[in-house]
């Protein structure tokens, strides 16, 4: 049931409305209140919380516009339907800014009412399922940010941390410095803590109260963690420790946990830095053995030279993809001669694919959610846990092939088209018009046709459907929803317009389709 909040300075407007939606569409919305300006609709939405909210433009005081936005800031999903008497494009031009998902002109007829409703309902269910979804690659992110973290660190105790993967590790992690530090925490546990849990505690500290990136527990007994920094400046070090050692005090205190920290330098000399801090913690008694897996020294890697990770990394922070296709290339080469692979080759495999993706988004060369679709790295994991590493080889060079394919097309068109074709993608859903676009890009329709046809070789229509298509081809993939869900989720209400335009361009009905592509993704 969608709660309903009506919004008019003339109480017949609301009496009609309220009759309407209580006599014919009782079934799926309640009018929870009503509102005769756009002050009392603020205090409204924010005491009765509505789904739904149908509101006149020309009010005294505080207009619909202004309290939409108002509304639409203190947070909160809503779905925004305008009423008004007047048909102005500059209403409509801003209307479209805020969101709105319908604009009516009254007087309402039951028949209107019923379309602007449904409107506000799939904008409503559209916007849950792309929430989801985020919720759903935040998850994968996060499980991708635990490989890159192992990577990062093993790079750094192996010896083979440039400069330049450095900073695409901290990329990954959304943080930017020039400078840094680094550190060994070292766990002696007392009889009534396990370093497992003195571990976790240091972990969730340094997570969660400060800019720090904690690496993975080595023999039971040491971690290696990096303070990002702004320069090289003690102060600023001091102020970032603090909080760890505010935290932690109570092991700190008893000696179950000790902290060891080298002094700030520049990125440039994080090796030398970590050689230092390493050095140190050799000489102390609890330093690790000769026998331990690291010991500040580089060793081969079975599986490709590291050297190929640093120039991977030194091409895509420039953007030469190109030249960092030859690199991955002969990655995947040199993994292919093996018949086995540790958990580090996973880790950098992992690490080189989410650096080029993630580069990739922010660079707009390729559309946020077609990064995340390549960000899923399940079938990886799988093939890894199969010890199936011929197959995972030729599964990373497809992935990177499809990531160098949206490259490629992206890079040859100019920046504006660039920007108008990431708009269609991640707003595909909603209810887009030529005219609305080139509002958004400050361009006239005319000009935007134009160059669609110029660069991408069809007009603004067929570019939308051929992106609306794409997407509802993997959605049917993937097989998890209805064909009406699909077609909503795509950007079409009727679901039989849906299914009749995807027959004319692929020659197939949403379901023949939908069902051909899992039997071959199954082999049968």
Not at 375 to 398: A, D, I, M, R, V
Request: with cysteine; proline share 5%; hydrophobic share 40%.
């Amino acid at each position: 049931m969608r709660r309903v909040l009506i919004v008019d300075d003339e109480s017949p407007i609301i009496s009609a409305l309220e009759l309407l939606i209580k006599r014919y569409f009782s079934q799926e919305y309640l009018v929870v209140g009503d509102a005769h300006n756009g002050r009392e609709a603020i205090e409204k939405a924010r005491e009765l919380n509505p789904d739904i909210i149908l509101i006149d433009v020309q009010m005294p005081g505080i207009n619909g516009l202004e309290a939409i936005r108002s509304i639409s800031q203190s947070g909160g999903t809503k779905a925004f339907v305008l009423i008004t008497a007047y048909e102005r494009f500059d209403i409509a031009r801003e209307a479209l800014r805020l969101g709105v998902c319908d604009y009516v002109l009254k007087p309402i007829s039951r028949e209107r009412l019923e379309i602007a409703l449904r409107s506000a309902s799939l904008f409503l269910e559209r916007l849950s399922l792309i929430e989801e979804k985020e919720l759903a690659f935040l998850e994968r992110e996060q499980q991708f940010a635990e490989y890159v973290r192992e990577a990062f660190f093993n790079h750094l105790l192996e010896g083979h941390l440039s400069p330049q993967d450095l900073k695409a590790f901290l990329s990954v992690f959304h943080l930017s410095c020039t400078h840094g530090a680094v550190g060994i925490l070292y766990f002696l546990p007392a009889i009534s803590h396990s370093t497992g849990e003195l571990y976790i505690q240091a972990s969730h500290t340094i997570q969660y109260k400060t800019t720090a990136i904690l690496g993975p527990l080595v023999h039971q007994r040491y971690a290696p963690f990096f303070i990002p920094l702004p320069n090289s400046n003690e102060t600023p070090l001091q102020s970032l420790v603090e909080p760890i050692k505010k935290e932690l005090a109570g092991p700190l205190a008893t000696g179950e946990i000790q902290m060891l920290i080298g002094s700030p330098g520049p990125l440039a000399e994080v090796d030398r830095l970590w050689q230092r801090v390493w050095n140190e913690f050799l000489q102390s008694p609890q330093g690790p053995s000769s026998s331990d897996e690291y010991t500040g020294e580089s060793k081969p890697d079975e599986l490709w030279p590291w050297v190929l990770d640093h120039e991977y990394y030194e091409a895509i922070s420039h953007h030469y993809w190109t030249v960092a296709q030859k690199q991955f290339e002969e990655i995947i080469i040199n993994l292919q001669k093996y018949h086995t692979m540790s958990p580090l080759g996973l880790y950098r495999l992992v690490s080189l694919l989410t650096y080029g993706i993630t580069e990739a988004i922010q660079e707009g060369t390729i559309p946020r959610e077609r990064g995340h679709a390549l960000l899923s790295l399940e079938g990886l994991f799988s093939l890894y846990q199969k010890g199936l590493f011929q197959e995972l080889g030729t599964w990373c060079h497809t992935q990177f092939q499809k990531l160098l394919q949206e490259v490629h097309v992206r890079r040859e068109y100019s920046p504006t088209v660039r920007k108008i074709l990431q708009y269609l993608e991640e707003h595909y859903q909603e209810p887009i018009s030529l005219e609305s676009v080139a509002d958004l890009m400050d361009l006239s329709p005319v000009t935007v046709s134009r160059m669609l046809s110029e660069e991408v070789g069809q007009g603004f229509a067929r570019t939308l459907i051929e992106i609306r298509l794409k997407r509802a081809k993997e959605l049917l993939q993937e097989g998890d929803l209805s064909i009406k869900e699909i077609s909503q989720a795509c950007g079409y209400q009727d679901p039989n317009y849906f299914a009749r335009l995807f027959k004319n361009y692929t020659g197939m009905t949403p379901r023949e389709y939908g069902e051909t592509k899992r039997e071959e993704a199954h082999g049968t």
